[in-house]
């Protein structure tokens, strides 16, 4: 046997042995991550005696917001000017797309409209609500152990198609979670935006007469 053979063998067997054991290798890896547990919130249904009825259409934009509650992740706060996450949860959906749904479902729920729906769908609004998200976090600020549930919303109310702001608004609410459980803090969340969804619709409801 040739030098030149016996070196193009060995070469070829340290081949196929290298490849048989980069194949074992990966079936000893994980492949992939378990997927994040889910969580979604629900639409205000209860409101005050006395709402007034409202004989016209309402378009509900989705919500501007920074780009750190623009996500499905469940956003955290430790200290004032940082934002991190949980890990291993998100929301069903990104943050502005879940407030946007549940505040539609909130109007349709008070039974007090003709007709609410997104932006941009085929229907004609008499007035647009502009929304913007400002907080959506829970909050262990002064190294508290257990977190607060903040949600700021700042609404705006246009007629169409002037364009004509005809009134603003902010609302927030502020509750703290029972335990540093995560389902206790996802319905803490659940009852802050829930206070503040109602009072959204209450307002704008009394707006325009």
Known sequence: MTELRRRTLL???????????????????????PPPQMYTLTPKS???????????????ERPDAPAGLSSARIAVARQPLT???????????????MVQRLMIESFENSNRIIGVGRDGVSFRSDYTL????????????????????????????????????????????QRRAPSNKMLDIVETFDVALGLVLRDVVVWTLRQSG
């Open 11 to 33: 070469t070829r067997g340290l081949a196929v042995a290298g490849l048989a054991g980069v194949t074992a290798a990966c079936g000893r890896l994980p492949i992939g991550k």
């Open 46 to 60: 209860t409101y005050p005696d006395g709402l007034p009825e409202a004989p016209w259409q309402l378009a509900v």
């Open 83 to 97: 934002l991190d996450y949980y890990s291993g949860v998100a929301w069903v959906d990104d943050a502005p797309n």
């Open 130 to 173: 502009k929304v913007e998200l400002r907080e959506f976090q829970a909050e262990y600020f002064e190294q508290a152990e257990i977190p607060t549930v903040n949600v700021r919303i700042n609404v705006k109310m246009v007629q169409m198609p002037q364009r004509t702001i005809i009134a603003s608004q902010g609302f927030e609410a």
